[in-house]
């Protein structure tokens, strides 16, 4: 019997995502964070995780390398993958947000810069506004990029506001709500409905009594 895979990210999202596998009775003995083994079995043998970036995930799912994903609601915005978000695992909450210096206002200029590093969203969200932006594409430290100079604002996830506020940044604008979201490829969501749609069952099921 051909193995199901799925695509994780390594840390909370992973582990947050085992201890719903473990309420449906699915265990990976395997699995520990100081590995650096990147395909680990099921103790029943039928499944395997394969960890990948965070970025990566939807891509895996999307071209079917990987049967069933969980990734953070940005990172599948982000990628426009063209799978089925079937689950709200209901875990790694946070939200999107623009953010700046205090008193900024969106729109006093004619086209803003935003720093990001999630280009898509942001053209998106401002498209959606009426608001021609220019991006720009940063991988880490998006809170900088105001207090030099560098953009108007930054697109950025917020969890707790903390890192803002210490670098003298606020929520100018709430965005979209976050959390880890299941998703399936396609086409092996029918070529192997007999596996998938049950386990999808199984997991809404466990989701739904830890939501309580």
Do not use: W
């Amino acid at each position: 019997m051909e193995k199901v895979k799925i695509a994780l990210t390594k840390g909370r999202l992973a582990e947050e995502s085992i201890k719903v596998f473990e309420a449906i009775g699915l265990k990976f003995s395997a699995y520990k964070e100081d590995s650096r083994k990147l395909i680990l079995p099921s103790d029943c043998g039928r499944y395997e995780i394969i960890l990948v970036k965070a970025l990566d995930v939807a891509t895996y799912v999307e071209n079917g390398a990987a049967d069933i994903g969980i990734a953070g609601k940005d990172t599948l915005l982000e990628a426009n993958a063209n799978v089925f978000e079937l689950v709200d695992l209901g875990f790694g909450k946070c939200h999107f947000a623009v953010a700046g210096q205090g008193g900024f206002d969106l729109n006093r200029a004619i086209k803003l810069s935003v720093a990001t590093k999630y280009p898509r969203v942001a053209t998106q969200f401002f498209q959606e506004k009426g608001k021609q932006i220019e991006t720009i594409k940063l991988n880490g430290s998006v809170e900088l990029a105001p207090l030099v100079g560098l953009s108007d604002v930054i697109v950025d996830i917020v969890e707790t506001g903390r890192t803002l506020k210490e670098n003298g940044l606020e929520v100018i604008e709430s965005m979209y709500s976050i959390s880890a979201r299941l998703v399936v490829n396609k086409a092996g969501y029918k070529t192997k409905s007999e596996t998938l749609q049950p386990f999808v069952g199984q997991v809404k099921e466990a989701v739904s009594v830890t939501k309580g």
